[in-house]
């Protein structure tokens, strides 16, 4: 079994900053991809930002660089750091795993970002 526990969620205003952090523990073998996704009220779920494989890192189009992954793999540990927020930033953040064909998931952070 895989845990993946969320935080660094929280309000702050337009143009402020956040990092969220995604401390994974459990069965981990072979990592295909971590990352984070979101989702806003009425609105789908979307990806925001996964890393993968050797590193190699992908951006929804609304938060290149705003936004950026990392990843510590001494703490199995996922980061997003959030810059130059903005009210359609709000959203509940979720951490995701994909590891031998399954997906794992967070509880949830919540981000809300005031105008």
């Known amino acids: 079994q895989v845990q993946l526990v969320e935080s660094g969620g929280g309000l702050v205003q337009a143009g402020g900053s956040l990092r969220l952090s995604c401390a994974v523990s459990?069965?981990?073998?072979?990592?295909?991809?971590m990352g984070w996704y979101r989702q806003a009220p009425g609105k789908q779920r979307e990806l925001v930002a996964r890393?993968?494989?050797?590193?190699?890192?992908t951006y929804v189009d609304s938060v290149k660089g705003r936004f950026t992954i990392s990843r510590d793999n001494a703490k199995n540990t996922v980061y997003l750091q959030m810059n130059s927020l903005k009210p359609e930033d709000t959203a509940v953040y979720y951490c995701?795993?994909?590891?031998?064909?399954?997906?794992?998931w967070g509880q949830g952070t919540q981000v809300t970002v005031s105008s």
């Open positions: 995701f795993l994909q590891q031998r064909g399954r997906d794992y």
């Open positions: 890393i993968i494989g050797g590193g190699v890192t």
């Open positions: 459990g069965s981990i073998f072979s990592i295909n991809a």
